[in-house]
């Protein structure tokens, strides 16, 4: 059971995969696939810390410029973690949210999400996704939205992110020892703690997602006062 002042929210920026893949002299989507275990560790060790939500950066819009295999190796990998996950999200309560403009994937694909967030939507925890998700371009988004409503304000804009039906944020992470957002997440972040780890994507597991809990546990948030 997770500590009273852990994270309600927390959200990973997953990186690392290729260098734990050249590392080894293996290929990138070696790398990847070890990747998508870590997912799986990290979702399950979720539940064991009792987050509110977990949210994982799986495939920016600017991953598209890739080489056109990854690309495909990383759909690939999304169809099959989707299929052998799905049965246990459904068992452990967890409901599936997608942010992120994710209709712009195969038509097979964007059926495959479609029915995993028919099918956990009465998921009580919730794992958030983000594909083909770039802040700026979710923020730019939101305030059109807005400005068609109304007047334009941080509330207005608010209520059409993608995330507008998580709990706030509260911790964000990236993992491979990298100190940046990488368009991830900009506005929610705006009064996260953030913890950069050394540790590469697919070395990632319960230990280091608890050590960020407790580090951010003992931090003050004071969200701009004294």
């Known amino acids: 059971m997770a500590a009273s002042n852990f994270p309600r929210h927390v959200a990973i920026i997953m990186d690392g995969n290729g260098r734990w893949a050249k590392k080894r002299a293996m290929p990138r989507a070696f790398g990847h696939k070890q990747g998508g275990e870590a997912v799986r560790r990290t979702v399950e060790a979720a539940k064991t810390l009792d987050l509110e939500c977990l949210t994982l950066y799986a495939f920016s819009s600017e991953n598209w410029k890739r080489e056109e295999g990854e690309i495909s190796d990383l759909m690939n990998l999304m169809r099959r973690f989707i299929e052998k996950e799905l049965d246990a999200f459904v068992a452990n309560g967890l409901r599936l949210k997608i942010i992120g403009d994710y209709k712009a994937f195969a038509p097979d ?110 931090r003050e948030r004071r969200f701009g006062g004294r």
């Not at 995330?163 to 900009?186: H, M």
């Open 109 to 218: 694909i964007v059926d495959k999400l479609e029915d995993a967030l028919e099918r956990t939507k009465d998921g009580t925890r919730t794992l958030a996704v983000a594909l083909n998700y770039g802040a700026q371009q979710e923020i730019a988004r939101a305030a059109r939205l807005a400005a068609e409503e109304g007047e334009v304000t941080p509330a207005a804009i608010d209520r059409h992110l993608y995330t507008a039906e998580l709990p706030p944020l509260d911790l964000l992470i990236r993992t491979s020892g990298e100190v940046r957002l990488s368009n991830f997440l900009l506005w929610q972040s705006a009064y996260a703690e953030m913890i950069f780890m050394d540790v590469l994507w697919p070395d990632f597991g319960e230990e280091h997602l608890r050590a960020a809990c407790e580090t951010f546990a003992k």
